[in-house]
């Protein structure tokens, strides 16, 4: 068998399953952290308390079928992805417009998705929602809820979760943004298939054991399409590893900081450039 799939992963494609096995396993495992533009961790979640906060998130989302997650760079968006998941809603990831253009092509992007995906709700920070209120945004007739705001009891995961996972729309830099489903078992052949076993080539050819908890990723791509989100997102709860991120933003502004940080974590997956379908 290969190694990467342990017999901890390997007899089950249900990805909060795997999850809650790993938070069984080792809760105090530090599985996500975010730098700052200076390379200071701004916010990190352990197994467990990233399981809490999703549950809190779900408990917001009961009866929802699609959720928006229009989130600034940053962990806020991990936790409202898998409250999603926990709540057997489908989370539909986007660019966050800046509220104060409405004319920009990202605003219509966004509003093209709100009405595409049949949402009723969109997920985002309060401070990005408080930028909304005071300029007046229209709310598209769409519930706006800031996920870090919520001090709800948490709900465990949804059983057995729905077929549909999440969302993936298209930039839309040639017409309007493309909705894309994808099912747990989507997402799930594409890491058993693809991604893990070349991660598993990789560390096997440098003596690396997969079965250890110092498998670090350092990453800057964005959160909310293809490479970043399954990769970055989705990646770390199968197959155990840890992730360090930060913001495109700050990327294009301090490079360097990806090398510092590949330094400082000793990571062993370096995630770059995503490719022309992601930009």
């Not at 069984?24 to 990233?50: C, F, I, M, N």
């Not at 350092?218 to 155990?240: E, K, M, N, Y």
Request: net charge neutral; aromatic share 10%; charged share 20%.
């Amino acid at each position: 068998p290969r190694p990467l799939l342990s017999s901890l992963m390997a007899d089950s494609p249900d990805l909060l399953d795997v999850f809650d096995k790993w938070r069984s396993t080792k809760p105090q495992h530090v599985v996500h952290t975010w730098l700052r533009s200076d390379g200071t961790v701004k916010d990190e979640y352990t197994l467990r308390a990233l399981y809490d906060a999703a549950g809190a998130v779900a408990s917001q989302l009961q009866g929802v079928d699609v959720a928006i997650l229009c989130y600034p760079p940053g962990l806020e968006f991990l936790v409202s992805f898998y409250g999603c998941l926990f709540a057997g809603a489908a989370a539909a990831p986007c660019y966050p417009p800046d509220p104060r253009n409405r004319e920009a092509r990202t605003a219509r992007h966004f509003e093209s998705i709100v009405s595409a995906s049949g949402a009723s709700i969109v997920l985002t920070t309060a401070a990005y929602l408080r930028g909304r209120t005071l300029l007046r945004e229209d709310t598209l007739g769409v519930r706006w809820l800031a996920t870090d705001s919520i001090n709800s009891a948490p709900l465990p995961p949804v059983r057995p979760p729905p077929a549909l996972a999440f969302l993936q729309y298209t930039s839309g830099s040639t017409g309007d943004p493309k909705g894309v489903m994808l099912t747990f078992s989507n997402v799930w052949h594409n890491l058993n298939e693809i991604y893990l076993p070349a991660q598993a080539q990789h560390f096997e050819s440098r003596g690396v054991s997969l079965e250890r908890e110092r498998i670090v990723g350092v990453s800057w791509l964005p959160q909310f399409h293809d490479t970043g989100l399954i990769l970055c997102i989705v990646g770390p709860f199968v197959a155990g590893y840890r992730m360090v991120n930060f913001s495109p933003l700050t990327f294009l502004k301090r490079p360097l900081l990806w090398l510092e940080a590949l330094t400082r974590y000793g990571a062993c997956l370096l995630y770059t450039s995503p490719s022309p379908r992601d930009r």
